[in-house]
Protein backbone atom coordinates (compact mmCIF):
# COMPACT_ATOMS: atom_id res chain seq x y z
CA UNK A 1 0.00 0.00 0.00
CA UNK A 2 1.20 3.72 -0.36
CA UNK A 3 0.03 6.37 1.21
CA UNK A 4 0.94 9.99 1.10
CA UNK A 5 3.69 12.37 3.27
CA UNK A 6 0.76 14.51 4.03
CA UNK A 7 0.12 15.77 7.45
CA UNK A 8 -2.96 13.88 8.86
CA UNK A 9 -5.86 15.70 8.77
CA UNK A 10 -7.58 16.20 11.60
CA UNK A 11 -11.16 16.00 13.24
CA UNK A 12 -12.69 17.23 16.75
CA UNK A 13 -15.69 16.36 18.26
CA UNK A 14 -17.32 16.60 21.85
CA UNK A 15 -17.27 13.26 24.16
CA UNK A 16 -20.77 12.05 23.08
CA UNK A 17 -21.34 13.27 19.83
CA UNK A 18 -21.35 10.80 16.67
CA UNK A 19 -18.07 10.89 14.69
CA UNK A 20 -17.89 10.81 10.79
CA UNK A 21 -14.26 10.33 9.00
CA UNK A 22 -14.47 9.84 5.36
CA UNK A 23 -12.70 8.21 2.59
CA UNK A 24 -11.44 8.74 -0.79
CA UNK A 25 -10.79 5.23 -2.23
CA UNK A 26 -8.82 5.57 -5.95
CA UNK A 27 -9.51 2.21 -7.46
CA UNK A 28 -12.76 1.27 -8.91
CA UNK A 29 -11.72 -2.51 -8.97
CA UNK A 30 -11.20 -2.62 -5.20
CA UNK A 31 -13.45 -5.02 -3.71
CA UNK A 32 -12.43 -5.32 -0.18
CA UNK A 33 -12.27 -2.37 2.51
CA UNK A 34 -10.97 -2.21 6.12
CA UNK A 35 -11.16 0.81 8.23
CA UNK A 36 -7.47 0.59 11.05
CA UNK A 37 -7.54 2.76 13.75
CA UNK A 38 -3.83 3.81 15.01
CA UNK A 39 -3.59 4.56 18.51
CA UNK A 40 -0.44 6.70 19.72
CA UNK A 41 2.75 4.51 19.91
CA UNK A 42 0.92 1.82 18.60
CA UNK A 43 0.44 -0.33 15.38
CA UNK A 44 -2.84 0.30 13.04
CA UNK A 45 -5.60 -2.26 14.58
CA UNK A 46 -8.67 -3.33 12.48
CA UNK A 47 -12.07 -1.88 13.44
CA UNK A 48 -14.49 -3.15 10.62
CA UNK A 49 -14.53 -4.56 7.39
CA UNK A 50 -16.91 -4.39 4.33
CA UNK A 51 -16.84 -5.81 0.92
CA UNK A 52 -17.49 -4.56 -2.52
CA UNK A 53 -20.65 -6.09 -2.92
CA UNK A 54 -22.29 -4.69 0.20
CA UNK A 55 -23.17 -0.73 0.88
CA UNK A 56 -23.26 -0.41 4.36
CA UNK A 57 -22.27 -2.63 7.99
CA UNK A 58 -22.48 -2.23 11.30
CA UNK A 59 -20.43 -2.81 14.25
CA UNK A 60 -20.47 -2.11 17.39
CA UNK A 61 -20.82 1.79 18.11
CA UNK A 62 -19.18 1.82 14.34
CA UNK A 63 -20.89 1.59 10.66
CA UNK A 64 -19.01 1.51 7.74
CA UNK A 65 -20.53 3.04 4.51
CA UNK A 66 -19.05 2.10 0.93
CA UNK A 67 -20.45 4.23 -2.01
CA UNK A 68 -19.22 2.40 -5.13
CA UNK A 69 -20.27 5.33 -7.40
CA UNK A 70 -18.15 8.14 -6.27
CA UNK A 71 -15.80 5.55 -4.71
CA UNK A 72 -16.40 6.73 -1.40
CA UNK A 73 -15.82 5.28 2.09
CA UNK A 74 -16.89 6.38 5.37
CA UNK A 75 -16.26 5.50 8.99
CA UNK A 76 -19.43 6.72 11.31
CA UNK A 77 -18.83 6.11 15.51
CA UNK A 78 -21.73 6.56 17.70
CA UNK A 79 -21.06 8.06 20.99
CA UNK A 80 -17.64 8.84 20.72
CA UNK A 81 -15.72 8.39 23.61
CA UNK A 82 -12.16 9.68 24.24
CA UNK A 83 -10.33 6.23 23.89
CA UNK A 84 -11.57 6.88 20.36
CA UNK A 85 -9.24 9.47 19.89
CA UNK A 86 -6.58 7.65 17.57
CA UNK A 87 -5.66 8.03 13.94
CA UNK A 88 -8.11 6.19 11.62
CA UNK A 89 -6.93 4.57 8.58
CA UNK A 90 -8.98 3.21 5.11
CA UNK A 91 -7.08 0.48 3.20
CA UNK A 92 -8.57 -0.19 -0.17
CA UNK A 93 -7.46 -3.86 -1.02
CA UNK A 94 -7.54 -5.70 -4.78
CA UNK A 95 -7.30 -9.26 -4.64
CA UNK A 96 -5.45 -11.46 -7.45
CA UNK A 97 -3.48 -14.34 -8.01
CA UNK A 98 -0.12 -12.37 -7.61
CA UNK A 99 -1.17 -11.58 -3.86
CA UNK A 100 -3.42 -8.86 -2.62
CA UNK A 101 -2.71 -5.21 -3.18
CA UNK A 102 -3.23 -3.03 -0.46
CA UNK A 103 -3.43 1.14 -0.64
CA UNK A 104 -3.70 2.80 2.41
CA UNK A 105 -5.55 6.10 2.73
CA UNK A 106 -3.50 9.16 4.58
CA UNK A 107 -5.31 9.04 7.44
CA UNK A 108 -7.17 11.41 9.72
CA UNK A 109 -6.12 12.11 13.47
CA UNK A 110 -9.97 12.25 15.60
CA UNK A 111 -9.67 13.87 18.90
CA UNK A 112 -12.63 13.83 21.41
CA UNK A 113 -13.05 16.70 24.04
CA UNK A 114 -13.92 15.79 27.30
CA UNK B 1 -1.43 -15.99 20.62
CA UNK B 2 1.12 -14.09 19.47
CA UNK B 3 1.18 -10.81 17.40
CA UNK B 4 3.77 -9.46 14.99
CA UNK B 5 7.00 -8.39 16.85
CA UNK B 6 9.16 -6.02 16.05
CA UNK B 7 12.61 -5.39 17.70
CA UNK B 8 13.75 -2.93 18.68
CA UNK B 9 11.56 -1.01 19.87
CA UNK B 10 13.76 2.18 19.67
CA UNK B 11 16.61 2.44 17.98
CA UNK B 12 19.26 5.41 18.03
CA UNK B 13 21.95 5.41 15.65
CA UNK B 14 24.50 8.44 13.93
CA UNK B 15 24.14 9.16 10.62
CA UNK B 16 26.08 7.36 8.24
CA UNK B 17 25.72 4.43 10.02
CA UNK B 18 23.67 0.94 9.00
CA UNK B 19 20.97 -0.28 11.00
CA UNK B 20 18.96 -3.68 10.80
CA UNK B 21 15.47 -3.70 11.91
CA UNK B 22 13.58 -7.13 12.75
CA UNK B 23 10.16 -8.06 12.38
CA UNK B 24 9.09 -11.43 13.67
CA UNK B 25 5.33 -11.98 11.73
CA UNK B 26 2.79 -14.06 13.04
CA UNK B 27 3.51 -17.81 12.42
CA UNK B 28 1.65 -19.40 9.24
CA UNK B 29 1.27 -15.67 7.57
CA UNK B 30 2.51 -15.78 4.03
CA UNK B 31 2.62 -11.80 3.48
CA UNK B 32 4.60 -9.46 5.13
CA UNK B 33 4.92 -5.84 4.46
CA UNK B 34 6.94 -3.25 5.85
CA UNK B 35 5.84 0.39 6.27
CA UNK B 36 7.78 3.57 7.21
CA UNK B 37 5.47 6.44 9.06
CA UNK B 38 7.11 9.55 9.90
CA UNK B 39 5.69 12.00 12.79
CA UNK B 40 2.53 12.94 12.53
CA UNK B 41 2.00 11.20 8.90
CA UNK B 42 0.37 8.47 7.09
CA UNK B 43 1.45 5.05 5.97
CA UNK B 44 4.63 4.63 3.65
CA UNK B 45 4.68 1.58 1.92
CA UNK B 46 8.05 -0.12 2.01
CA UNK B 47 8.34 -3.52 0.25
CA UNK B 48 5.63 -6.66 0.43
CA UNK B 49 7.02 -10.36 0.81
CA UNK B 50 4.08 -13.02 -0.40
CA UNK B 51 5.05 -16.58 0.12
CA UNK B 52 7.87 -17.05 -2.53
CA UNK B 53 6.87 -15.15 -4.82
CA UNK B 54 9.19 -11.96 -5.78
CA UNK B 55 9.31 -9.29 -3.20
CA UNK B 56 7.70 -6.11 -4.21
CA UNK B 57 10.44 -3.59 -3.48
CA UNK B 58 8.33 -0.82 -5.49
CA UNK B 59 8.43 1.45 -2.21
CA UNK B 60 12.13 1.49 -1.43
CA UNK B 61 12.77 5.36 -1.58
CA UNK B 62 16.64 4.48 -2.49
CA UNK B 63 19.52 1.66 -2.49
CA UNK B 64 20.01 1.99 0.91
CA UNK B 65 17.79 0.24 1.84
CA UNK B 66 16.95 -3.24 1.10
CA UNK B 67 14.46 -6.19 2.86
CA UNK B 68 15.08 -10.15 3.28
CA UNK B 69 12.45 -12.28 4.36
CA UNK B 70 13.32 -16.14 5.26
CA UNK B 71 10.69 -18.33 4.01
CA UNK B 72 7.67 -17.50 5.71
CA UNK B 73 9.28 -16.26 9.14
CA UNK B 74 11.62 -13.42 9.83
CA UNK B 75 12.06 -10.52 8.06
CA UNK B 76 15.27 -7.76 8.57
CA UNK B 77 15.05 -4.64 6.90
CA UNK B 78 18.38 -3.01 5.91
CA UNK B 79 19.18 1.00 6.29
CA UNK B 80 22.49 1.61 5.03
CA UNK B 81 24.40 4.46 5.48
CA UNK B 82 21.59 6.37 7.13
CA UNK B 83 20.44 10.14 7.09
CA UNK B 84 18.46 12.04 9.77
CA UNK B 85 15.31 12.07 6.70
CA UNK B 86 15.65 8.19 7.74
CA UNK B 87 14.06 9.18 11.38
CA UNK B 88 10.71 7.42 11.48
CA UNK B 89 8.80 4.27 12.76
CA UNK B 90 9.34 1.64 10.70
CA UNK B 91 6.17 -0.42 11.06
CA UNK B 92 5.91 -4.18 9.93
CA UNK B 93 2.28 -6.67 9.45
CA UNK B 94 1.57 -9.58 8.16
CA UNK B 95 -1.50 -11.21 6.86
CA UNK B 96 -2.82 -14.50 5.78
CA UNK B 97 -5.48 -12.39 3.55
CA UNK B 98 -6.74 -8.80 3.44
CA UNK B 99 -6.48 -8.02 7.41
CA UNK B 100 -3.11 -6.73 8.05
CA UNK B 101 -2.17 -7.34 11.29
CA UNK B 102 0.90 -4.80 12.82
CA UNK B 103 3.41 -5.00 14.95
CA UNK B 104 4.11 -2.12 17.57
CA UNK B 105 6.93 -0.56 15.27
CA UNK B 106 10.63 0.17 15.74
CA UNK B 107 10.89 3.82 16.19
CA UNK B 108 14.58 4.98 14.56
CA UNK B 109 16.09 8.68 15.69
CA UNK B 110 19.21 9.43 13.09
CA UNK B 111 21.60 11.88 14.80
Known amino acids: GESVGLHLPTLSVQEGDNSIINCAYS??????FIWYKQESGKGPQFIID?????DKRQGQRVTVLLNKTVKHLSLQIAATQPGDSAVYFC?????????????FGAGTRLFVKA | GAGVSQSPSNKVTEKGKDVELRCDPI?????LYWYRQRLGQGLEFLIY????????KSGLPSDRFSAERTGESVSTLTIQRTQQEDSAVYLC?????????FGPGTRLTVT
Open chain 2, 49 to 56: FQGNSAPD
Open chain 1, 50 to 54: IRSNM
Open chain 2, 27 to 31: SGHTA
Open chain 1, 91 to 103: AENIGGTGGFKTI
Open chain 1, 27 to 32: NSASDY
Open chain 2, 93 to 101: ASSNWYEQY
